[in-house]
Structures are given as C-alpha cells and as structure tokens.
C-alpha cells in the first residue's frame, strides 16, 4: 500500500484568494489523481498530474482554475484559484502505486476547503 | 443518466445484521470494480477489488459483480459498529484508462450497538 500525505487538512479562505494544496506519497507512483467531493456527493475527477508536463484535466476543469504541479514521481499540488463559495468542498489526492497489476488508488484524507 | 447509480442511504441497521448495498452501471466496458469506505473526516480506503464478474470474501465481506445486469454489492455479515462509514462503489475500464475510477455517489451506513 501506499501513505499519502495531503496538507492543509483544511482551511478557510476569503472569496477571490487562492489556495494550494499539497500531496507526498510515501512511495513510487505511476499515476496521481486529484478529486473533488462535494458534500453529500460522490468524487469527481479534476486531472491526472502528469510528472514534468501539464495535467491532463477533465471536462468542466480547467488549467487557469485549478493549475497542478507535478516536480516528481511522488509530489503534486493543486491550487484552487480566484476562490468563490461554489469550490467549498473536500480536495482528494490519490496515486496509483504500481506495485501491482492491479493498479489499486490510495487515497489521501484530504483537504476540506470553506470559502467564505 | 449518470454512469454509475447507487442509493445514497443512509443505511440504518442493527448491531449483527446483515448489510447489502449495491451499485448499477451503464457502461459495459467497465472491467474493474472496487469498494472503498470513507470514515467521516478522512479519504476513502480501498475494501474490496474484483475483476470481471463473481463474487470475492475477505472476512466479513463479500463482493459480487454480475456483468450481465451491470450490477454489484457488497454483503456486511455480523455487522459492527466500526463498520459505519461511507461506502463507495468505484470501477474501471478494462485498459488505457484502467487507472481512473468512476464512482458511485457512496452509501451512508451506520450500525447501532
């Protein structure tokens, strides 16, 4: 398995602000993911981190709101941009370890973001 | 009509029930399905894996696939309370993006002492 460290745990930030939001994996990963979970909700894809090249985002997100980084094979962070109330929720790393065959997703525990 | 359904609860049952919950899909080509369990305040937990159809035990869980309805659950025996969390149904395509999950909006279940 994998540990995944994800920091702030949470935070409360003002409208038009930025936060970003960092993720280390204990070990080697092929893949890393960032979601969104909205109360209530299930999780919601945001990209794939690619190390050393732009993310791949998914339909709905875009680079300008949520620009990811990816250094190296086991740190990414996401920065939620120009805040608005509508991005309260929970921010979700995961990594794909590739161990094994199964190519199984851990998941960090989190980042709940308030936007006031 | 989203990809995968799930009846989002909340699930109440006693102490040593039994728990059924269950995931339906629409996209045949989903080869990989998954059951995480998400504590409040923390990031979802890896439960149980199964490729294709059948059924899988570990303990007190038992995960089954039927392929034909585009159906899965997950069976909770003598259910405890430290069983009550979130349970999310994920899966995934058979190749390429076998690595992305797509899930279900997640059951609330808590189990009374």
């Known amino acids: 398995s994998a540990v995944i460290s994800q920091k702030p745990s949470r935070d409360i930030c003002q409208r038009g602000t930025s936060l970003t939001i960092q993720c280390q994996v204990d070990s080697q990963v092929t893949m890393m993911f960032w979601y969104r979970q909205q109360p209530g909700q299930s999780l919601t894809l945001i990209a794939t981190a690619n190390q050393g090249s732009e993310a791949t985002y998914e339909s709905g997100f875009v680079i300008d709101k949520f620009p990811i980084s990816r250094p190296n094979l086991t740190f990414s962070t996401l920065t939620v941009s120009n805040l608005s109330p509508e991005d309260s929720s929970i921010y979700l790393c995961?990594?794909?370890?590739?161990?094994?065959?199964?190519?199984?997703?851990?998941f960090g525990a989190g980042t709940r973001l308030s936007v006031l | 009509q989203k990809e995968v359904e799930q009846d989002p609860g909340p699930l109440s049952v006693p102490e040593g029930a039994i728990v059924s919950l269950n995931c339906t899909y629409s996209n045949s080509a989903f080869q990989y399905f998954m059951w995480y369990r998400q504590y409040s305040r923390k990031g979802p937990e890896l439960l149980m894996y199964?490729?294709?159809?059948g059924n899988k035990e570990d303990g007190r869980f038992t995960a089954q696939v039927d392929k034909s309805s585009k159906y899965i659950s997950l069976f909770i025996r003598d259910s405890q309370p430290s069983d009550s969390a979130t349970y999310l149904c994920a899966m995934s395509l058979s190749s390429g993006s076998a690595r992305q999950l797509t899930f279900g909006s997640g059951t609330q279940l808590t189990v009374l002492p």
């Open positions: 995961s990594a794909v370890t590739g161990i094994d065959a199964k190519n199984i997703q851990y």
């Open positions: 199964t490729y294709s159809s």
